[in-house]
């Protein structure tokens, strides 16, 4: 028997002195099909909520201390964006968990779709949290106001959130 490639081999009929051509049998899976299958990913459930749980309360908090410096004009206001996103990783904690938790139940990606929904989650998120907090506390705060800004910090909290960390790709296996 002689090899004449990947596919085919020759060989010769001992009885009759004729040589025949033999070919490998076809693999049961394509390589397109496998090739397909090992492009296929799960969706990273643990890491959207990890990270949504690490990283949206200190990017809120980045976000209120960008605000702070702006509005004060002075240079050496920038010192409160990391102490900003301590306390931000401390109050944004809860809704930012929460959004990325719904972000994985319902396996958002990054597309325009994806991104909306989860600014829409992140700020209902929010309005819910603090309305709760501000019950709790029962003081004289405008709280409309006070809702509505946290309502749009926690939007744009997990907007940039999910344009960070959510995956992109479209070739998920659910």
């Not at 049961?28 to 459930?45: A, D, F, G, R």
């Not at 990270?51 to 002075?74: A, C, K, Q, R």
């Not at 809702?147 to 960390?165: D, H, K, Q, R």
């Amino acid at each position: 028997m002689m090899d004449t490639g990947k596919d085919k081999y020759i060989a010769t009929d001992a009885n009759t002195n004729t040589a025949l051509a033999l070919y490998k049998p076809a693999p049961l899976i394509k390589k397109s099909q496998t090739n397909l299958n090992n492009e296929l990913k799960k969706y990273p459930t643990q890491k959207v909520i990890g990270n949504y749980l690490f990283y949206g309360g200190p990017i809120g908090g980045v976000l209120i201390g960008l605000l702070i410096w702006i509005g004060s004009g002075e240079l050496r206001a920038i010192l409160i964006v990391p102490i900003a996103m301590i306390i931000g990783l401390g109050l944004g904690l809860i809704p930012a968990t929460l959004t990325g938790v719904f972000a994985a139940y319902f396996k958002v990606i990054r597309n325009p779709q994806g991104l909306v929904l989860v600014t829409i989650t992140g700020a209902f998120i929010t309005i819910i949290y603090t309305m709760i907090a501000f019950m709790m506390m029962r003081e004289g705060i405008d709280v409309v106001g006070a809702t509505l800004s946290a309502a749009i910090l926690g939007g744009l909290s997990a907007l940039i959130t999910g344009l960070l960390f959510l995956p992109k790709s479209t070739r998920l296996q659910s």
